[in-house]
């Protein structure tokens, strides 16, 4: 097993960042044929995660609503990480759908076994914020087979055993959920450790959430 130093990647400018970037202005649905959709730098990819997605390429088995949600947390550790391309989906008729189409590029990532230290979550409600606040005492927060669809994520990541470049059908670290679609650019790891993290995230599955200190309240500003 190599040390997670050795995989850490370094910017001279502080803590690398994952952003996707603007979703497209389009409308309708994907049309059936392959498409170059994004590149992201490193934070989770040392050189760039080129995506080639597929129509009906979802992270999620869910229509979104479309309002993007902010989750922070002072540290995450997990074994068994995944991550590749997706695209998610609006509820047709969503008022959220804007100049999309209902259609939102994600980076999914999916992590076997998960603890978060100090979670914060919060979703924008338009002049008011709805905040989730837990695992501030000595209990961490614990998900297993938690999986995220992010359109941003930043912090100081550590990985062990990583390989980048797999086939997204072929990644065998984070169980069954932690495959994606014949075709698409991924990466996985044994561990992944990232501290001061912070995502914007769409979507959000759990086989188990235990959340210890679960405080739920309104705030004038979000996490």
């Known amino acids: 097993m190599t040390s997670s130093a050795e995989h850490t990647p370094e910017r001279p400018d502080g803590p690398a960042a994952v952003d996707v970037g603007d ?34 390429a979802l992270g999620v088995q869910f229509a979104i ?6 989750v922070t947390a002072t540290e995450l550790k997990g074994e068994g990480f995944a991550q590749f391309g997706g695209l998610d989906e609006m509820a047709e008729g969503s008022p959220n ?49 938690l999986t995220t669809d992010s359109t941003q994520l930043s912090g100081d990541a550590a990985f062990t055993n990583i390989e980048i470049g797999n086939d997204a059908s ?17 990466q996985q790891s044994d561990t992944v450790r990232i501290k001061n993290l912070r995502q914007t995230n769409y979507a959000t599955t759990a086989g188990v959430f235990k959340l210890p200190g679960l405080k739920l309240g309104f705030s004038g500003s979000g996490c």
């Open 97 to 145: 759908a804007g100049e999309t189409g209902g259609q939102v590029l994600v980076v999914t990532s999916v992590i076997k076994d998960a603890t978060l230290t100090k979670l914060c979550q919060s979703v924008d409600l338009g002049g008011t914020n709805l905040i989730i606040r837990a695992g501030e005492g000595a209990k961490k927060v614990r998900a297993t087979d």
């Open 23 to 56: 979703v497209p202005a389009r409308r309708g649905r994907v049309r059936a044929r392959r498409a170059a959709v994004m590149a992201v730098p490193a934070t989770l990819v040392a050189a760039g995660l080129a995506v080639l997605t597929a129509e009906g």
């Open 65 to 70: 609503s479309g309002m993007p949600f902010t």
């Open 170 to 186: 072929k990644l065998n670290k984070a169980g069954p959920l932690g495959k994606g679609p014949i075709g698409v650019f991924s």
